[in-house]
């Protein structure tokens, strides 16, 4: 493990003080705890999969100007303070490098005082970077940024404007080409994404006609469709459009349907699932506790369920257990390195 000059200060890591077999205990440690408070001690965690340091492709960076300087990074722990970022074991080398780009690029840019962010991610053509600031768009302004930062960036987005953009932000998903909107979600590291993405595709191996529900972009129906029908459900309109848009473009795809839709306010029944060999669930941290109930009520057999967090996951799980699903080996994954954050993924069969 490599310790982080800025580690102590800066809040984004605060286990790197952890010898390796003392770290890997604590991340499986905190899955166990998890479903031991909610009475599924029984239920066999296997080792986290651990992505390498310096593969994180995404961050979103607070900026300020203070006493002339332009400070980039993240905020020191329990603090709005920003650490001025010049190290970091976690982002990939790149991302660490635009940091330099940002404080010499916004240096004319920022007035006295003045904070942003930028949401910053590393995509297959350039640098995808979205802005959050208070300060309105004006000519001047586009041009001082695009300027400055259209070099090395393949869009440029300011308060969901689009400032710049020199060919559309692309990324893989198993080999795809798909272009992210901006501000949308996107695994942390390609190698986390594979690693549960394997484990979805083992967990679902066999069945003909998936639901993929919070599909997000399609991380994972786009893999799936290679075998199997699938069912795309997501809220957010953008990334629907450009998963759709991906399946399009791809070869030798089985057909991937789309439909937007708050899961949340109205989670698919029992009656709509029926049809579905398997269901996969990738829903944000509050879980996806009405969806949960209705898969429960389904004659669905097989879930395969990826979740950001372990509580509101043992949560839901327990109300599978209590509908006869058995719950599989939780693995869990390891893509916020030295944070007190863990993912994982899970099957459930009946």
Known sequence: MT???????????????????????RKRGMVVAALN???????????????????????????????????????????????????????????????????????????????????????ETGFDLAFRSPRKLTPALTAQIAGALGGKSARIVFNGDILSEQQPPQIGIDDINVSPPPYVFLQATREGE????????????????????????????LPMARRAKVHAVEQE???????????????????????????????????????????????????????TKALAASKVKTVAYVSCDAVSFARDAVILAEAGFRIGPITPVDQFLYSDHIELVGGFTR
């Not at 310790?3 to 200060?9: D, I, N, P, V």
């Open 3 to 25: 310790m982080c000059a800025h580690f102590g200060s800066c809040g984004g890591c605060t286990l790197q003080n952890l010898s390796a077999d003392a770290y890997r205990a």
């Open 37 to 123: 408070q909610a009475g599924l001690a029984d239920v066999v965690v296997e080792e986290p999969v651990l992505v390498p340091e310096r593969t994180r492709r995404r961050a979103v960076f607070k900026l300020a100007k203070e006493n002339g300087q332009i400070m980039v990074g993240f905020h020191a722990a329990r603090s709005h303070v920003i650490v001025d970022m010049r190290d970091c074991v976690v982002l990939t080398p790149a991302l660490l490098e635009l940091t330099g780009d940002l404080r010499r690029a916004l240096a004319p840019v920022l007035s006295e005082g003045e904070k942003a962010e930028v949401h910053a991610t590393q995509t």
């Open 194 to 221: 594979m690693a549960l993405q394997a484990h979805v595709l083992a967990l679902t191996n066999g069945a003909k006609n998936i639901a993929d529900l919070f599909a997000g972009l399609g991380t994972f129906a």
């Open 237 to 291: 309109s953008q990334a629907l459009a450009a998963l759709a848009e991906a399946a399009r473009n791809a070869k030798g795809l089985k057909p991937i349907t789309t439909e937007r839709r708050d899961l949340f306010k109205l989670p698919l029944s029992g009656l709509e699932l029926n049809r579905f060999d398997a269901v996969v669930l990738d829903p944000p941290r509050a879980g996806a506790e009405a969806q």
